[in-house]
């Protein structure tokens, strides 16, 4: 059933100079601010009917190579980007960058002026001294969502950015009326589909890190808040939560005392000064409602063994009160080199991940009133960017999707969409690969009113050597069939995050 699009023939002579250079040209890419139109002829197979009116967003490192300077992805500039599917069944891309401070005194200068947390600034090492020499560099390009009317770009140190929701015009800072103003919040928010509220995680400490989970509604006002403090130093990208817990994983960090002077005196980055411990891993448990919980308004798990978790997939409580989790997890990980960076003078190496061994799916079960974990691997394949039917978070979710490669033995750059029956524990996960060289990006399953079960998930293919971008719709339930849908552009930088949007800007 797939298309003709995705099943280009691919010369047999691609080597790893091929491989190297498709994805060197897709996180360079920079198209800059974009307002196009496809028209339905040029799609290959049909947008379904009933995501007409719906659009994709998407947000990413649109920006690295700044002058004569390439920057870590992490410090790349937010590049949002909304596919509108029109009535008449094309598709409308406009993409805009995120307009902070970082970015406007950058595009005026032409050069990398702002040292970032993977990046120090090019020229003699006095320019990078310290820690706390110049602005922070919120790039906002980490996550896209709609929330009341704005959109809001994540980053990882410091406060979204709200856009326009239809120009994608940036408005500024999001404070949320104040409550997060000058505070380290994580780029991941959730959204609880019984609350109908946001769900934000600002942290502060080092040595004792204090975790302050807030909830606010559409208007933005803030209705709910709970905290929990854990002995640090400690990594936290990401949050799950159920109707009672939010959820972070423990990610201890230590620091190499020679790279860390290296990083003072200018000569090194934050980020290659940082390493995980060799320790068993462990989940925090902060109660959402910490009066009636009491006592055990924050509970530590310990795991069956190390747990780097990056991206958590989703968590529930069954009825007797035992807590599921699932969660993308290493075992171990260095910082430094994530997505190949190689540094600010050299191109992008894809093998530098294979070094390392990939993030699997795993499944971690609390019993109730328990301080340990079960632990059981849900699949044989690497799997990272895990998304689930939003109105099913918090709740017992019946199907996974996400990004993977047809090498198990890897993870990123990913070329693979996996699908997972979470109701079959038996059904092997779909799986459809894209041709060699060709990248595959988050995939984004679709929300449709009136139906009970995600019909279709989407992701980009970024194709560096044939510079094209597409977009692919697949039946959820057919993943293995192929796009159903692909949508040509041209080659757009890699995205990290995204989301589907129904609202009406």
């Not at 998407?58 to 002058?67: L, V």
């Not at 300077?69 to 805009?96: C, I, K, M, N």
């Not at 997972?420 to 894209?434: F, G, I, N, S, V």
Request: charged share 25%.
């Amino acid at each position: 059933h797939g298309l003709q699009i995705m099943q280009a023939p691919i010369d047999a002579t691609t080597t790893s100079t091929a491989r190297s250079k498709a994805w060197n040209a897709a996180l360079a890419a920079r198209p800059g601010a974009l307002d196009l139109h496809i028209a339905a002829d040029r799609i290959e197979g049909v947008i379904p009917p009933a995501l007409r009116g719906g659009r994709m967003l998407s947000n990413g490192p649109g920006w690295t190579r700044i002058g004569d300077w390439t920057a870590h992805p992490f410090d790349g500039h937010g590049y949002v980007r909304a596919f509108e599917f029109q009535d008449d069944g094309s598709v409308r891309l406009r993409a805009r960058f995120v307009e902070t401070r970082i970015y406007r005194d950058e595009l005026a200068a032409g050069r990398f002026l702002h040292r970032g947390f993977a990046t120090n600034v090019p020229g003699p090492s006095w320019r990078n001294l310290g820690l706390g020499l110049g602005p922070v560099r919120n790039v906002a390009n980490t996550t896209v969502l709609r929330w009341g009317d704005r959109l809001l770009a994540g980053w990882e140190g410091g406060e979204p950015h709200a856009l326009d929701p239809d120009s994608l015009a940036t408005r500024g800072p999001e404070t949320l009326d104040g409550a997060i103003a000058g505070q380290i919040t994580l780029a991941h928010m959730a959204r609880d589909p019984i609350s109908g509220r946001l769900i934000t995680c600002s942290i502060s400490g080092r040595k004792q890190v204090s975790f302050c989970f807030r909830e606010f509604d559409d208007q933005l006002r803030q209705c709910a808040s709970s905290q929990g403090t854990i002995e640090g130093p400690l990594f936290t990208h990401d949050f799950a939560f159920t109707r009672s817990w939010t959820i972070v994983a423990d990610n201890p960090l230590q620091v190499d005392g020679r790279e860390f002077l290296r990083t003072l005196l200018g000569r090194s980055t934050l980020l290659r000064s940082i390493a995980t411990r060799e320790t068993p891993g462990l989940l925090h448990l902060i109660a959402r409602d910490q009066a009636r919980a009491g006592e055990t308004a924050v509970r530590t798990i310990r795991l069956p063994g190390p747990a780097i978790v990056v991206h958590f997939a989703n968590a529930h409580e069954e009825e007797d009160g035992t807590l599921i989790i699932d969660a993308c997890a290493f075992d171990h990980f260095d910082f430094g080199e994530e997505f190949g960076y190689a540094g600010p003078q050299a191109p992008f190496d894809p093998s530098l991940p294979d070094t390392r061994a990939p993030q699997r799916l795993r499944r971690y079960t609390i019993a109730p009133g328990a301080s340990e974990a079960r632990c059981e691997q849900l699949i044989p394949q690497a799997l990272d960017f895990p998304r689930i039917d939003p109105r099913q978070a918090g709740g017992r979710a019946t199907r996974l999707f996400g990004a993977s490669r047809s090498d198990t033995r890897h993870a990123d750059p990913f070329d693979t969409v996996l699908a997972l029956d979470l109701r079959d524990r038996e059904r092997p996960p779909q799986l459809w690969t894209a041709p060699r060289d060709v990248f595959v990006g988050e995939p984004i399953p679709a929300v449709v009113a009136g139906e009970e079960q995600v019909r279709y998930v989407m992701a980009l293919l970024s194709d560096g050597l044939r510079e094209q971008t597409t977009l692919a719709i697949f039946a959820a339930d057919d993943l293995a069939a192929g796009p159903v849908a692909a949508v040509p552009m041209p080659l757009l930088p890699i995205a990290f995050h995204g989301d589907w949007d129904t609202t009406e800007a």
